[in-house]
């Protein structure tokens, strides 16, 4: 017969293996990002500062699909920068393997003349 402390110790080693997997997946599936604003990454929409399409497109691509059990591998294309104001929205397009698309709205939470923090939907 096992030992109870043994019982107690699988149990509770399980335990923690699923806390650090669960704690790892809310950590890498997360859908907000913070960017700096410089000369490679920002360009003008509307004469206002802009994140480049293409680093919406890269990080978005990047987080929507982080782990094989979090969202959907997509290709992503993004019609032009975000802009860097609170509250502006742009809508990309996610392209999946079988060829279905996606939109993937994009929201602006924060910005500074530094950096532009936003988030999409999965």
């Not at 030992?3 to 650090?20: D, E, M, P, R, Y």
Request: glycine letters at 14%; charged letters at 15%.
């Amino acid at each position: 017969m096992l030992s109870s402390k043994f019982v107690v110790g699988a149990v509770g080693g399980a335990a923690a293996v699923v806390a650090v997997g669960g704690l790892g997946t809310h950590l890498l599936s997360g859908t907000e990002s913070t960017t700096g604003l410089d000369q490679y990454t920002s360009v003008l929409v509307d004469g206002h500062r802009a994140l480049a399409a293409n680093i919406v497109e890269g990080r978005t691509e990047g987080k929507y699909h982080p782990l094989p059990w979090v969202g959907t591998a997509v290709s992503v294309s993004c019609p032009s920068g975000l802009e860097a104001v609170a509250g502006a929205t742009l809508t990309c397009v996610g392209e999946e393997s079988g060829g279905r698309t996606v939109d993937i709205p994009v929201t602006v939470v924060r910005a500074t003349a530094q950096s532009v923090t936003w988030r999409f939907e999965r």
